[in-house]
């Protein structure tokens, strides 16, 4: 990826800074109906995603750093660079709702249970992309490579779709066939050892800067003060390019502590990109194939070091890292009643409505790959903060509810607790989206969250609305 810079759009960011500030939306036609007691009374607006970090905003050479990496945030990945193997060619593709780095719109990752290797299934490759050859326009190239296939040639997880020779690798691989059922580490068939799929969507990035700035011990002590029926695990990582554990935060299994390697693995895995952090491709089965007079090679490191010490892994993490936490809207008396019962169900033991963040986060934030620190700035925004993600971070045993999918210390059943913050943003819940709203999503905790779980059943009507209500404003 070639790095764009921003300076250029700061005065449009800014612009949309202010655009973007929470505010009382007009309430059209179909937000007139007299509302019930359970009600809100306000709109539910989405104003606010994916703003920066107010002293972020106010600094112009850190709203630059910000634009910047949220440019190469949504710039898509072409070929060579791209592939061998993918699921997909943007940041976006993934982290869109409802702003650039939000959630996922659907499913964008599959895992195996009997997948050896730690990664998800690659959905594409770059050996069933291409048709047509070099096209032009009169006389004027316009895809010197060919034509890319729409949507990105045939996809591993559609049944009868003819497997390209990468697919079929990685089909043989990770074990992956369109005929395994759903991880439910509860079942029989998985108890005796078969073999499943787990989707995932993927997690908003709002507010990360905060969750990566929360001193370890932070989390340690957190899990050790819950109560031992619902305690926390906490899941200690390594990143590849550092050789101290810190404690996991990132991702559904707590696979990751800090940003940077969330980032370097994800232009890996999710798009086939070869970083600093992490150099070889995920296979060489596209190497020396040619289709259509293009020959497909080996670019080596493709996500190289500009002069400014940042690769794009570090852009991506300078903009996840600004991202402000989502915007909260007022609470009327049924979301205010909400919250109490909230609270009172037990649903706050793992969902934690407060964190602090170190006093000084870049005594233990690494720098970028090029040796670039964290701007002053920045580490100021972020020090400490309390911020309220209702999420303590730590994993969980879900019992039915986990993904089946062993990652490190992070076992079938466990989950990382997803933080409730912008859950008004969100059409799908859980991890794989098989709650399309609310009250299905609580109804179908199990394992630790079970008990909550139970008594949000047993809750009246309104009294379930009233606890959906103020869900509604975080």
């Known amino acids: 990826m070639k790095t764009q810079t921003a300076l250029g759009s700061v005065g449009l960011i800014l612009c949309a800074l202010a655009l973007a500030t929470p505010h009382n939306a007009y309430a059209g036609p179909a937000n007139r109906r007299a509302s019930t007691q359970s009600q809100p009374s306000y709109p539910i607006n989405l104003d606010g995603f994916g703003a920066p970090l107010p002293a972020v905003a106010n600094s112009l050479a850190d709203l630059s750093t910000f634009a910047t990496g949220q440019i190469n945030f949504k710039e898509i990945e072409e070929m060579p660079q791209l592939g061998p193997l993918f699921n997909?060619?943007?940041?976006?593709?993934?982290?869109?709702?409802?702003?650039?780095?939000g959630g996922g719109l659907f499913i964008n990752e599959?895992?195996?249970?009997?997948?050896?290797?730690?990664?998800?299934?690659?959905?594409?490759?770059?050996d069933n992309m291409l048709r047509n050859g070099p096209q032009s326009q009169g006389a004027t190239p316009i895809f010197a490579g060919g034509v890319t296939a729409e949507p990105l040639g045939c996809q591993i997880t559609v049944p009868g779709c003819q497997l390209s020779a990468c697919q079929q690798e990685e089909?043989?691989?990770?074990?992956?066939?369109?005929?395994?059922?759903?991880?439910?580490?509860?079942?029989?068939?998985?108890?005796?050892?078969?073999?499943?799929?787990?989707?995932?969507a993927a997690l908003a990035l709002f507010g990360d800067g905060l969750v990566e700035a929360v001193p370890d011990q932070t989390l340690i002590q957190l899990a050790q003060n819950e109560p031992q029926s619902i305690r926390g695990t906490v899941k200690m990582v390594t990143e590849n390019f550092l050789n101290t554990a810190h404690v996991g935060r990132f991702g559904w299994k707590n696979d990751h502590a800090l940003l940077r390697g969330f980032a370097g693995d994800a232009y890996l895995n999710e798009m086939g990109i070869t970083n600093p952090d992490n150099p070889t491709d995920t296979s060489s089965c596209?190497?020396?194939?040619?289709?259509?007079?293009?020959?497909?090679?080996d670019t080596g490191i493709e996500d190289t070091i500009d002069p400014d010490g940042r690769a794009d892994i570090d852009r991506f993490s300078d903009f996840m890292r600004a991202l402000?936490?989502?915007?909260?809207?007022?609470?009327?008396?049924?979301?205010?009643?909400?919250?109490?019962?909230?609270?009172?169900?037990?649903?706050?033991?793992?969902?934690?409505?407060s964190l602090t963040t170190a006093s000084n986060p870049a005594s233990f934030i690494p720098a970028a790959t090029g040796g670039t620190p964290m701007s002053s700035?920045?580490?100021?925004?972020?020090?400490?903060?309390?911020?309220?993600?209702?999420?303590?971070?730590?994993?969980?045993?879900?019992?039915?509810?986990?993904?089946?999918?062993?990652?490190?210390?992070?076992?079938?059943?466990?989950?990382?607790?997803a933080p409730l913050w912008g859950l008004r943003a969100k059409s799908i819940f859980l991890?794989?989206?098989?709650?399309?709203?609310?009250?299905?999503?609580?109804?179908?905790?199990?394992?630790?969250?079970?008990?909550?779980?139970?008594?949000?059943?047993?809750?009246?009507?309104?009294?379930?609305?009233?606890?959906?209500?103020?869900l509604n404003t975080l």
Not at 286 to 297: D, F, N, P, R
């Open 431 to 470: 991890h794989d989206g098989r709650a399309l709203d609310l009250p299905t999503a609580i109804s179908l905790h199990d394992g630790q969250g079970k008990p909550a779980s139970q008594a949000f059943q047993a809750l009246s009507t309104s009294q379930q609305q009233d606890v959906v209500n103020f």
């Open 88 to 101: 997909g060619t943007t940041c976006t593709g993934c982290h869109s709702q409802p702003a650039t780095g």
């Open 324 to 353: 402000a936490p989502p915007p909260t809207i007022p609470q009327n008396s049924s979301a205010l009643r909400g919250k109490f019962m909230f609270s009172q169900l037990g649903c706050a033991g793992c969902h934690a409505p």
């Open 171 to 200: 089909a043989m691989k990770t074990t992956f066939s369109t005929e395994l059922p759903t991880c439910d580490p509860t079942s029989a068939n998985f108890t005796s050892g078969g073999d499943c799929v787990a989707g995932r």
């Open 286 to 297: 596209a190497i020396g194939v040619t289709q259509y007079g293009i020959t497909l090679e």
């Open 110 to 126: 599959i895992r195996v249970r009997n997948n050896t290797d730690p990664g998800p299934v690659h959905i594409f490759a770059v």
């Open 377 to 417: 700035t920045v580490n100021h925004a972020l020090a400490q903060q309390t911020f309220h993600p209702y999420g303590d971070f730590l994993l969980h045993d879900m019992g039915a509810l986990g993904d089946g999918i062993t990652s490190g210390a992070a076992g079938p059943t466990m989950m990382r607790t």
